[in-house]
């Protein structure tokens, strides 16, 4: 769904869905980096793992 169809939806809890989605993912990161883990994401439809150093290196606190 783009932001236009997003912001037109006729539920409105849909385009705060967005905004929790992005709040989360970046939580997400920020825990892996203090724990030392990695995540797993989605790129290109495939699951890719993510390391806490790899996470480091782009800038997440």
Do not use: F, H, Y
């Amino acid at each position: 769904m783009t932001q236009d169809q997003l912001s037109q939806a006729k539920d409105k809890d849909l385009p705060a869905s967005l905004i929790a989605l992005r709040r989360a993912a970046r939580m997400a990161r920020e825990q892996a980096v203090r724990t030392d883990t990695a995540i797993v994401v989605i790129r290109n439809r495939r699951p890719v793992r993510v390391t806490a150093e790899e996470l480091r290196r782009a800038g997440v606190r």
